[in-house]
């Protein structure tokens, strides 16, 4: 406002000095105004002294505008270029990992796998070294074992040989007597089938006829009992163990007739306790026995070659009915 109003006193400046006065006024900012201040200033002292000095020459410093144009100042504001902020660049280089080889070289050796076990087979050679009676705590059974020569004797033999057959073959074997005058309970020779799970048991017994001439085989049965010391009745009661014996009783039919002839039979004998024995139709270590068991009854040996020949006539059926592979025939 100050400088509008001293622009507008003044005689000696025109209306194109004053334009150009407000346009410094305008462009030059602080800088020009302060300037243009100081020139309003002493023009404005020199209008207050005498009026003639208009058409006197001016003081040395006195600035004069008329005809004469004020030189237009520009202040110009240096602006800075503009500044691109860039987001710093992260580089991240990757660590190289080795590479793992994943491929193998194919084996040419196949992979092992545990073989089952061979079968196992229980031996049961009859009768006992000496007589002995005893009741079975399981089943109150009357337990009868007695001397019986040379049945006693003959079939110790023959299952030792047979033992060494078996064995050569690739099964395991176990015997219910290591002597032929052992004298062990019914329920002893069983355990020892039970407690390791047999495949098979096999007792050996002959009669009074001549091998080649006489042949009995007692399968299990679920209709088969022994009677115990109260005259109550025990049956069989395994009906799998019962079809796996007499599946394996036909299997001793053919085989056994093939050496020791046609008089083989599959039988039932009923006549136990005529002899002062249990009464009942089940011989007692097939009763007591939870694997399948065959009791074989032969013509007596009256040499060796008989006792070899009842050895390889159990041999082969044995081997019929449990092969070596160790998968049992099932019914």
């Not at 100042?73 to 902020?85: D, F, L, S």
């Not at 079975?136 to 079939?155: F, G």
């Not at 070596?324 to 099932?330: D, E, K, N, R, Y």
């Amino acid at each position: 406002m100050c400088l509008r109003a001293c622009s507008n006193r003044l005689p000696g400046v025109s209306m194109v000095g004053r334009s150009n006065l407000a346009k410094a006024a305008r462009i030059s900012g602080v800088v020009g105004l302060a300037l243009v201040l100081v020139a309003l200033f002493g023009t404005a002292f020199s209008c207050a002294g005498s009026s003639t000095a208009a058409t006197t020459a001016a003081p040395p410093n006195t600035a004069i505008f008329g005809a004469t144009t004020l030189p237009t100042m520009v202040v110009q504001a240096t602006m800075a270029p503009p500044t691109t902020i860039a987001e710093p660049r992260t580089t991240t280089t990757a660590t190289p990992i080795p590479e793992t080889s994943t491929s193998t070289t194919p084996s040419t050796t196949p992979p092992t796998t545990a073989a089952p076990e061979p079968p196992l087979i229980v031996l049961d050679p009859g009768h006992s070294g000496t007589s002995r009676t005893t009741i079975d705590p399981a089943t109150q059974i009357r337990d009868e074992e007695y001397l019986n020569t040379p049945e006693t004797q003959n079939m110790f033999e023959v299952a030792t040989l047979l033992k060494a057959k078996l064995e050569a073959a690739g099964y395991r074997v176990l015997m219910t007597k290591q002597a032929w005058n052992d004298t062990v309970s019914k329920r002893d020779r069983v355990n020892v089938a039970n407690l390791n799970h047999a495949a098979l048991g096999v007792s050996l017994h002959t009669s009074g006829h001549t091998f080649g001439h006489y042949g009995q085989i007692y399968v299990q049965r679920m209709d088969s009992y022994r009677e115990n010391i109260k005259g109550k009745k025990v049956y069989f009661a395994l009906p799998e163990v019962a079809a796996l014996s007499a599946k394996y009783g036909q299997i001793f039919l053919e085989e056994r007739r093939k050496i020791e002839g046609s008089s083989v039979v599959i039988t039932v004998n009923s006549g136990w306790g005529e002899r002062g024995l249990a009464p009942g139709n089940l011989p007692i270590v097939q009763l007591f026995a939870q694997v399948p068991w065959i009791l074989c009854e032969a013509g007596a040996p009256q040499n060796e070659q008989d006792k070899e020949l009842y050895a390889q006539s159990m041999f082969n059926s044995i081997v019929k009915c449990v092969p070596i592979t160790g998968s049992s025939p099932q019914p």
